[in-house]
């Protein structure tokens, strides 16, 4: 009998999985012996990380871009817009529908569905929404009306945790710092202020390291933070404790949560996120243990760090243990929390040098210390352009 493997989300995490599976099983795709099905609502990939850069001019909305029917092994059924939006997803009955109508039967399932940005859950932000994360128009216009300023009090809000890629707020923070001061030639005429939900700012040596430039580079920081509310009438924001912040430019990082159609399955924790084991992602929660659903990315349970370094590496695990699940040979290959962030804390222009670093570590090994260099900023420059060719395609 032909085994079905369906994927939901043709996100990276997801395109990397159908990718790795239509590579190692092509004779017997070939053969009518495996299907393999992806589906998204669209046919759009973007990759999110550059949202950091576009404010910023340093990369352009082409450069992010691609359609996904291009990235995708053509061994893959792909389905998109009606035909790939999941609208039901049944784990006992291995059944998936899609707003057209169609329902998916599978043997083995990939949930990659990522997250979605949730402004609605802090009063007032959706009023005052200004934000990098969401969208290729929101990053432009944050560029837009940094440069219609000429002074003024710009603050950068993370609402709460957990998000995606949790370090590039604070990345986006220093090379705005760069930017107006290297390329705008305005920095004095700004007082920034980065508000942190919480106390620590990543991982020990993470946090040191960003702390000491922060200080360095004349920034306040106000940590414990959580968003509670925002006033867009007198351009007041506050923390759930009350505590109050004005501002001429707000810039904010809104709550994150799954996408609906997982909580309206039953399948998502109490924390709203799509639990599983941390070591074979494998979903453990509400709806039953399943053996043959696997959870990787942005949907996956609040413990699980989600960045794009970790999605990378959940990807390899889970197409792994599809292959060795499907050559039924009982493997398991262990996802160990490999996950990493970029940091940048100096942008490239005639007057200063590119500084960044990508700082990696595991469930049970933390970052080393370590220091942002000229090299690693034009690796982490040049790692945009592979993306496409190389990584999504699950080429290492």
Not at 45 to 65: A, H
Not at 120 to 126: I, K, S
Not at 310 to 323: R, T
Not at 365 to 385: E, I, L, N, Q, S
Request: proline share 6%; net charge neutral.
């Amino acid at each position: 009998m032909k085994e079905k493997v369906l994927i939901i989300g043709a996100g990276y995490a997801g395109s990397v999985v159908a990718n790795k599976l239509a590579r190692e099983f092509r004779k017997k795709i070939a053969r009518d012996e495996l299907e393999i099905t992806i589906l998204d609502r669209d046919d759009t990939s973007i990759n999110q990380g550059g949202f950091t850069f576009l404010p910023f001019g340093l990369y352009t909305p082409e450069d992010i871009v691609r359609k996904r029917r291009k990235l995708i092994s053509p061994r893959v059924n792909t389905a998109f817009g009606d035909a790939g939006e999941v609208t039901s997803i049944d784990l006992n009955s291995k059944e998936v529908g899609v707003k057209s109508g169609k329902r998916y039967n599978y043997d083995y399932l990939v949930i990659a569905m990522g997250a979605r940005a949730d402004a609605d859950a802090v009063p007032g932000l959706a009023d005052e929404l200004n934000t990098f994360y969401t969208s290729i128009e929101g990053a432009t216009q944050v560029g837009e009306k940094i440069r219609s300023m000429d002074k003024g009090d710009i603050v950068v809000s993370v609402a709460a945790m957990p998000i995606p890629c949790p370090g590039a707020p604070v990345k986006f923070t220093f090379l705005l710092d760069s930017y107006l001061r290297n390329v705008l030639k305005n920095r004095e005429q700004f007082n920034l202020t980065l508000l942190w939900p919480m106390e620590p700012i990543g991982p020990p040596e993470f946090n040191k390291l960003v702390s000491g430039l922060l200080k360095e580079k004349n920034i306040e920081v106000k940590r414990s933070f959580p968003l509670g509310q925002v006033d867009a009438a007198k351009k007041e924001l506050s923390s759930k404790e009350g505590e109050t912040v004005n501002y001429d430019l707000l810039i904010a990082v809104p709550p994150h949560k799954p996408q609906k159609v997982l909580s309206d399955s039953g399948i998502t924790d109490e924390k709203g996120w799509v639990p599983c084991d941390r070591t074979t992602l494998q979903y453990r929660g509400p709806a039953g243990n399943h053996d043959n659903v696997y959870i990787l990315g942005d949907n996956g349970p609040a413990d699980i760090l989600k960045t794009g370094i970790g999605a990378h590496y959940q990807a390899l695990v889970v197409s792994q243990n599809l292959i060795n699940d499907i050559y039924g040979n009982n493997t398991k290959a262990p996802y160990e929390g490999e996950t990493g962030c970029p940091i940048i804390t100096e942008m490239e222009t005639p007057s200063s040098a590119g500084q960044a670093y990508i700082a990696t570590w595991n469930y049970g090994v933390m970052p080393a210390p370590f220091k942002p260099t000229k090299m690693g900023w034009y690796m982490y420059r040049m790692y945009y352009y592979l993306h496409w060719d190389m990584s999504v395609k699950g080429l290492f």
